[in-house]
């Protein structure tokens, strides 16, 4: 866990609870792709918004994006968009943000 303690308290006193089936299925659909023999990328936003595109926002590739932020779905199109190609970030898992 590299998340911060106060994060982790957090989503597992308040979130996972309140969200406990939405977190299973998401982990369970997650562990389906990462098995599988597919050229796979799992893409993880924030709160999304309805914001204009900015190109500004950013990325870690297989850890924990410190003090995520909301994200505009334009600007998320754009980082997935700009990535189907993009063999580096095969299996792996992104968090983006703002």
């Given amino acids: 866990p590299t998340a911060p303690l ?13 969200y406990r089936h939405l ?3 998401m982990t369970k659909m997650e562990d ?3 098995t599988s ?9 924030p709160k999304l918004t309805d914001g204009k595109l900015t190109r500004e926002y950013r990325t870690a590739a297989n850890q924990h994006l410190p003090r ?4 505009s779905r334009a600007d998320l199109a754009h980082y997935m968009l700009n990535h189907l190609d993009d063999q ?8 983006i943000s703002r």
């Fill in 6 to 18: 106060s994060r982790r308290l957090l989503i597992g006193g308040v979130v996972r609870p309140l």
């Fill in 88 to 95: 580096a970030s095969w299996r792996s898992t992104i968090e």
């Fill in 23 to 25: 977190y299973t299925d």
């Fill in 32 to 34: 389906i792709v990462t």
């Fill in 68 to 71: 995520p932020r909301t994200l």
């Fill in 37 to 45: 023999d597919l050229d796979w990328t799992i893409v993880r936003p």
